[in-house]
């Protein structure tokens, strides 16, 4: 299911990719090859049969879908949002980066397709993005953090990760 999940994600992945190349310059300027290519293909590969990605995902990839126009957002820390004897519940930080030479940190990195997401959230196990993630006062004895709800949800692929050690990059979907 994952996959088919991911296939869907890819199309419409391709299909903004096509809407915004060919909003941004003529048809005659448009370069033959996609800039992100790389990525879809790795991405698709790397879910259909398990294998560990090729090399083929540099940073310029990155840099090509920024100047296509479309957000690039790097994975945080993850934080305990609620802990007590019976287990814990995370979220996963993401920031949105607009520093160029912000994107060959080692962290991981998503090109996002879909609504626009807040500069700085977190999302739920569930997939809910959340904003203004703050400890419970007064303290609990366990862990507890409270935080604003947003009616969006992030559906991500597993990022690539590149054998030369850079940004693992994968793609997220914004509904």
């Known amino acids: 299911m994952k996959t088919r999940m991911l296939k869907r994600l890819l199309s419409a992945a391709a299909l903004s990719v096509a809407v ?3 909003a941004a310059v003529p048809a005659s ?3 033959s090859a996609n800039p992100l290519a790389p990525i879809t293909t790795a991405v698709s590969s790397a879910s259909g049969s398990g294998s560990a990605a090729s090399a083929t995902l540099p940073v310029d990839t ?5 100047a296509a126009g479309l957000p690039i957002y790097e994975a945080g820390e993850v934080v305990v949002t ?3 004897k019976m287990g814990a519940y995370y979220a996963t930080e993401y920031r949105r980066v607009y520093d160029v030479d912000a994107l060959n940190s080692p962290a991981a990195k998503f090109i ?3 609504a626009s ?3 700085h959230f977190h999302v739920t196990d569930g997939g809910e993005v959340v904003v203004n993630m703050r400890p419970i006062e007064p303290p ?7 935080y604003d709800m ?3 949800t992030w559906l991500n692929s597993p990022p690539i990760q590149l054998q030369e050690g850079g940004p693992g990059v994968g793609i997220a979907f914004v509904r």
């Not at 990155?62 to 920024?66: C, E, G, K």
């Not at 609990?140 to 409270?146: A, G, N, V």
């Open 112 to 114: 996002t397709f879909g």
């Open 117 to 119: 997401a807040p500069d």
């Open 150 to 152: 947003t009616p969006q």
């Open 62 to 66: 990155l840099v090509a879908a920024r």
């Open 82 to 84: 609620y802990a007590s």
């Open 140 to 146: 609990q004895i366990f862990s507890r953090l409270t």
């Open 29 to 31: 300027a448009v370069p």
């Open 20 to 22: 915004t190349a060919g």
